[in-house]
C-alpha cells in the first residue's frame, strides 16, 4: 500500500533534486524524506533515485514512474475539492510573493477585498523586488514579470500583453519637453532600477519592426521598483517601468506617457505555482481576481 505522504515527497526531492530541500520545504528532518523514499521502492520493487555523495538524480526507472505519481496527486486533489462545500475550500494560508511596486499600488487593495469577503482565508503577502524561488522560499504563489523560462513550475498566465512605458510626471515635461526619439534619453535624467547587483541601463524601444536601444544614466538608482516610482512622480526624472505599475499614475494625471510612437519591452505577468497540488480553490480564486484588475487596465486601453 502506498503512503500518500511518500508519494508528495517523491514528486517534491524529483523536483528539487534533493531530499534536504524536500525535507526543509515540508518541515521535517531529512532522514524521513530518504525513509519515505526507500518505501515507495520497497513497494514498487524499483530503484527511483540514483544517490551518491554529491548528487541526487532519477533513475530511469523514476523518471517514467514520474509523471503517474504526479497524475495520482493531482486527481487526488480533484476529488477533495469535488467532495468539499465551496466554503470549505476558501481556507488556509496563502503565502503570496509579489513586485513591491505592483502589489503596494495594485494588487493590495485586491488581496484586502479577498480578505474580507473570505474570513477563513489568510494572505501572507511578501512585497520584494527580489525574484522568489517557489522551490526553495517560504511562498505557495508568486506574481512574477518575464517570460517563463523553467519547465518545472506551473506557470499561469495573467497580463501577457503587458510591456513596459516611458513615464515622467507633468512638471518635468514641463520644464524638458516630451522625448521624440530614443537617442533623446542620453541627454535626462534616467531613474534605473538595480536588481540583483544588476544595473538595468540599457533601454529598449521599437517602432515600425525595428529595435532601438540606449544606454541611459543619472544621479539616482534604486534596488526598489517603488522607490523609482516615487521619484518619477516627484518630478525627479524619466522612468522605464511597466505599464501596470503606472497605469493608475497615468490615469489619475500623476504621471505622462511619452514617446507614444515607440512601443516598450514586452514584460507579461503570470502567477507561478510549483505544481498542479497548490492550484486549491483559494489559489484560482486570487488567480481570478488578480487577472480580472489587469485586463481592466491593458496596454491596449490606453488612451491618445
Known sequence: M?????????????????????????????????????RLESSLAIRLFARSTRSLRLTPEGEAWLPYARQMLDALQAGMQKIQKPEETISGTLQIAVPSDLGRNL?????????????ALRLRIFFSDQVADVFKDPVDIAFRYGTPEDASYISL??????????VASPGWVARHGDLTHPDDLTRVNALTFVLRGRLHDHWTF????????????GNMMSDDAEVIRRMTVSGVGVAYKSW???????????????????????????????????LSAGVRLL??????????LSIQHIAT
Open 157 to 166: 498566465p495573467i497580463a501577457p500583453d503587458n510591456r513596459r512605458v516611458l
Open 107 to 119: 494588487l493590495l487593495p485586491v488581496f484586502q477585498a479577498i480578505g474580507e469577503r473570505y474570513p
Open 287 to 296: 488567480f481570478d481576481a488578480v487577472k480580472a484588475c489587469c485586463d481592466g
Open 2 to 38: 502506498l503512503r500518500l505522504e511518500d508519494l508528495v515527497l517523491f514528486v517534491r526531492a524529483a523536483a528539487l533534486s534533493s531530499f534536504s530541500n524536500a525535507a526543509r520545504e515540508a518541515g521535517i528532518q531529512p532522514a524521513q524524506v530518504s525513509a519515505a523514499i526507500k
Open 244 to 278: 501596470l505599475d503606472v497605469a493608475e499614475d497615468v490615469r489619475a494625471g500623476r504621471l505622462q506617457l511619452l514617446m507614444r510612437e515607440y512601443d516598450g519591452e514586452s514584460v507579461p505577468l503570470n502567477m507561478i505555482c510549483p505544481h498542479r497540488k497548490q
Open 206 to 217: 521599437f517602432r515600425d519592426g525595428e529595435a532601438y536601444s540606449v544606454s541611459v544614466s
